[in-house]
């Protein structure tokens, strides 16, 4: 296991450190994990050059908004599909789980023209409706759902609770794990997504994070530094919103909870 761990974390270790070397320390033959001389020329250096602060904010609203959105319908979805007896429910479910046998590059020119046709392109509208539920979170909330008793939803109904007040104020305090893991799969999806914002954006003004370090990669191919510094920029706030979320998660995955 601490072999396995070494490989994982070596990357991400080598992008931190390097993030702080000089350019010819980067490139140098053969290279070295560690350097005689650190700076914060790169970060100063990202900062200045692409509109990072931007770039920041049009991903945080992106990101953000769509977890929300997602985390709500797609809890609703799975509900319905795990507690509610309604026509087409099989073959509505199928359907759903069959799109997510589909690639994004399959239909991602489809979509350019539909949102380009509803003059969203370019807009927050554009790049948060096409993500505000998934196929993979529907299955996840209606795994969890299912695996709860009907015992709670049953003594709720004689205490004269309607489905909507089952769903708010029983089935979604007991969901609190599946939910958590499921805006943080959510979250960390959308702020590391790099085709669906870089064909649905044209302008620096509405770029994500990793669409504006691409296009900042493609200009300033020579400056290995501040790309890394970039990189890292991009992968702090994850990394510490795991930290806080890291339990919900792993219970989350696990699918934990009540079961009959």
């Given at each position: 296991m601490l072999i396995v761990i070494v490989i994982v974390l070596f990357p991400f270790i080598w992008l931190l450190i390097s993030s702080f070397k000089f350019e010819k320390?980067?490139?140098?033959?053969?290279?070295?994990?560690?350097?005689?001389?650190?700076?914060?020329?790169?970060?100063?250096?990202?900062?200045?050059?692409?509109?990072?602060?931007?770039?920041?904010?049009?991903?945080?609203?992106?990101?953000?908004?769509?977890m929300i959105i997602s985390v709500v319908l797609d809890s609703m979805?799975?509900?319905?599909?795990?507690?509610?007896?309604?026509?087409?429910?099989?073959?509505?479910?199928?359907?759903?789980?069959?799109?997510?046998?589909?690639?994004?590059m399959v239909y991602m020119i489809p979509l350019f023209i539909e949102i380009n046709k509803l003059n969203m392109l370019d807009t927050y509208a554009g790049?948060?409706?096409?993500?505000?539920?998934?196929?993979?979170?529907?299955?996840?909330?209606?795994?969890?759902?299912?695996?709860?008793?009907?015992d709670l939803e049953e003594a709720a109904r004689i205490d004269g609770l309607n489905e909507f007040g089952?769903?708010?104020?029983i089935m979604m305090p007991l969901a609190k794990p599946s939910l958590m893991a499921l805006a943080v799969f959510t979250l960390t999806n959308n702020w590391n997504d790099l085709l669906?914002?870089?064909?649905?954006?044209s302008t620096s003004d509405m770029r994500t994070l990793p669409a504006g370090l691409a296009l900042f990669t493609g200009q300033h191919i020579s400056f290995y530094g501040p790309v890394m510094a970039g990189a890292v920029i991009s992968m702090l706030p994850l990394f510490v919103i795991y930290i806080f979320a890291q339990k919900y998660f792993v219970q989350g995955t696990a699918m934990s909870g009540m079961k009959e």
């Open positions: 320390d980067i490139i140098t033959y053969p290279p070295h994990i560690f350097s005689s001389k650190y700076t914060f020329e790169n970060y100063i250096k990202v900062w200045d050059t692409i509109p990072l602060m931007q770039y920041i904010k049009n991903t945080v609203i992106f990101a953000g908004a769509t979805t799975g509900y319905a599909l795990a507690r509610m007896q309604f026509r087409g429910k099989t073959f509505f479910y199928y359907f759903v789980m069959t799109t997510m046998m589909i690639p994004f790049l948060i409706i096409p993500r505000a539920t998934t196929a993979f979170g529907i299955f996840m909330m209606r795994s969890y759902f299912v695996g709860l008793p009907r089952i769903f708010t104020k669906y914002p870089l064909i649905l954006t």
